[in-house]
């Protein structure tokens, strides 16, 4: 029996930082939204056998599921922050073998370097595989892959509320040693770490726009390569963003703090980061 492969795009309208922000067109005078950008790019894939975006109950995501039938891709609506709990029951009611999970804020995600990670985790016969936990490749090409036993375990033991709300920590933090977990590293040409196109704040929306202004018209399946030599082109491109913080998964209160005084730093706030500097330790 072949296995089925489903990609699961996770999207919704609440997002905190930039709400709305799947629904941005891009490029910005177009009516394509960045979500639909994400699918058109995922059904490039020449292994992924189903694509399923995977909203909320939340009344507004019906929006969501309005892009998804037009898109002609399947959806599931689920729990707002229980991602985990959302992932599992789309992977079940479409009877997903692997999951390829990617994020609705990532616009530029690359068909090739996704089949490479489906690959890549095949080969090794691997529990989990991501790009991500060495960064290497430029921000917003993220992608993971994972069974559905490995899904269906972290489902059922997860228990801490960043393992619930960022779907996979279960499987590669808390758990790591349990799972065979490989990580894909870009080749030369594309390690690119310092280049951030995904989509959270508004600097971020302002860089799409450019790269894409830049690129779409050209080509609107643009690939990676594209993108590195447009940022080589154009350097000062990285600036747009270059004071956005990635938000991170962090398990303690200390952590946060340490975190919170980067943010302040780059904001210029040097007394509350002084302050906290000196009561961290203490």
């Known amino acids: ?17 930039l709400p709305e922000k799947v629904l941005k067109y891009l490029p910005y005078n177009s009516n394509i939204t960045v979500l639909q950008q994400v699918i058109r790019r995922t059904k490039r894939s020449k292994l992924i056998n189903d694509i399923i975006v995977a909203t909320t109950n939340d009344e507004k995501d019906q929006k ?18 229980n991602v985990l709990e959302r992932y599992y029951f789309a992977a079940t009611e479409y009877k997903v073998d692997l999951i390829v999970r990617i994020t609705s804020d990532c616009p530029c995600i690359d068909w090739n370097i996704i089949d ?10 691997s529990d989990y595989t991501s790009n991500t936990l060495q960064r290497t490749f430029p921000h917003g090409l993220d992608v993971e892959v994972f069974s559905f ?4 375990e972290a489902y059922y033991n997860a228990t801490k509320d960043y393992e619930k709300e960022h779907v996979t920590p279960y499987i590669h933090t808390s758990n790591r040693d349990k799972f065979k977990i490989c990580n894909f590293e870009a080749p030369e ?11 959270d704040t508004e600097e971020d929306y302002a860089l799409l726009c450019a790269v894409f202004d830049s690129l779409y018209y050209k080509n609107n399946f643009f690939n990676t390569y594209d993108i590195i030599n447009l940022f080589k082109e154009k350097p000062w491109l990285k600036l747009i963003n270059k004071k956005v913080v990635q938000k991170k998964i962090l398990d303690t209160l200390e952590e946060e703090l340490k975190e919170a005084i980067k943010i302040l730093d780059l904001q210029d706030l040097k007394r509350a980061r002084d302050f906290l500097q000196r009561n961290l330790l203490k």
């Not at 029996?1 to 905190?16: E, F, L, V």
């Not at 969501?64 to 689920?78: D, H, S, T």
């Not at 036993?149 to 269906?152: D, K």
């Open 1 to 17: 029996m072949q296995m089925k492969i489903g990609a699961i795009i996770q999207a919704r309208t609440s997002s905190t930082r």
């Open 64 to 81: 969501i599921v309005k892009i998804a039938e037009f898109e002609k891709v399947k959806w599931y609506r689920g729990s707002i922050d």
């Open 116 to 125: 490479k990670i489906i690959e890549f985790h095949i080969d090794h016969n």
């Open 149 to 152: 036993e490995v899904l269906e």
């Open 189 to 199: 040409e594309l390690s690119a770490p310092d280049i951030r196109i995904t989509l």
